[in-house]
């Protein structure tokens, strides 16, 4: 479904001098995005990580202890120092694939995507009680959304409410652009999710950074952290399944995997079920996430007992 009506704005207060740059910031890398070929505007854009790697000493430090951890080697460890001048890079060749893809036709997509596990996701929706997918932010979920729309999967993706408007409305319509149906993350996004499920919609959902700070604790990597609670609660009361997606960067484009996620038995209690689901979920982004560290894009502190 293609569209270009906005999600809803939220009224707020007027934007700050930040969130003016911050929109200009955007707007221009995708401008400069659109219209690079796609092997030097990558270069490019790979460059910027690198330089923001040198120079961004605080953010290079957040980095570097979110990979030791994943590594399981210290922050000043060679590889996890590599793995974290790698993971800037990465970051960067994501935004710049983001906002390339908005120009690219479905077929070229398709030829650079490469999938293993997608027949799950065809069989969830050939059973008709829509499909849960839940992403770790891994390589580049935007262009595994796009592609996952090309093939005709009817995509909802849940948009946070970001500053200032007009950035916002950016990426509402960047997402729209590539086919996929936006809900913004308000009070009522839990009906609007259901209700997207009971028409068999695919719903995407990144769920491995708890924004409200009352998730789930889990463990992950050998320590306690709070995934978000809604991916759990929305299975537990729809009964639809629940896939995990991961997507990794390749030298041409990209590579999706999906694992069908075995749901724990009930026990009634729903606040120890929701918890025994998001600690499933957390095991697979563990998978997922040490089979390329360096494409995990968190680039705020995961562990934040790990940065002191």
């Given at each position: 479904m293609k569209t270009d009506t906005p999600v809803e704005p939220v009224e707020g207060e007027p934007e700050t001098g930040r969130e003016r740059i911050a929109y200009i910031v955007y707007a221009t890398a995708s401008w400069i995005a659109k219209r690079l070929p796609t092997r030097l505007g990558r270069a490019v854009f790979r460059l910027?990580?690198?330089?923001?790697?040198r120079f961004a000493s605080g953010l290079r430090a957040t980095v570097a202890a979110n990979q030791a951890r994943v590594?399981?080697?210290?922050?000043?460890?060679?590889?996890?120092?590599?793995?974290?001048?790698?993971a800037f890079r990465r970051y960067a060749r994501y935004w710049y694939d983001s906002f390339a893809i908005e120009e690219w036709d479905a077929d070229d997509v398709l030829a650079n995507f490469t999938w293993d596990?997608?027949?799950h996701l065809f069989r969830m929706a050939e059973e008709g009680n829509g499909t849960i997918a839940v992403l770790p932010h891994l390589g580049n979920w935007d262009a595994s959304a796009r592609a996952m729309a090309d093939r005709g999967l009817r995509m909802v993706a849940v948009?946070?409410?970001?500053?200032?408007?007009?950035?916002?409305?950016?990426?509402?319509?960047?997402r729209q652009r590539y086919g996929i149906e936006v809900v913004g993350l308000d009070a009522h996004v839990g009906k609007a999710l259901t209700a997207a499920l009971a028409e068999n919609k695919l719903i995407g959902l990144l769920?491995?950074?708890?924004?409200?700070?009352?998730?789930?604790e889990v463990e992950m990597f050998g320590a306690r952290r709070r995934l978000p609670v809604g991916p759990a609660?929305?299975?537990?009361?729809?009964?639809?399944?629940?896939?995990?997606?991961?997507?990794?960067?390749?030298?041409?484009?990209?590579?999706?995997?999906?694992?069908?996620?075995?749901?724990?038995?009930?026990?009634?209690?729903?606040?120890?079920?929701a918890t025994a689901i998001t600690q499933a979920i957390a095991d697979?982004?563990?998978?997922?996430?040490s089979m390329s560290p360096t494409d995990w894009h968190v680039f705020e502190p995961a562990w934040p007992d790990d940065t002191g």
């Open positions: 910027v990580g690198s330089l923001t790697h590594i399981g080697r210290p922050v000043d460890d060679p590889f996890v120092v590599a793995n974290t001048r790698e596990g997608d027949e948009a946070e409410h970001l500053r200032p408007e007009r950035l916002f409305q950016l990426f509402v319509r960047q769920a491995d950074r708890d924004l409200t700070g009352r998730g789930i609660m929305l299975a537990l009361s729809t009964g639809a399944p629940v896939a995990v997606v991961g997507t990794f960067e390749t030298p041409a484009g990209w590579h999706g995997v999906v694992w069908p996620l075995e749901m724990p038995e009930r026990t009634g209690d729903r606040r120890a079920d697979a982004f563990e998978r997922l996430i």
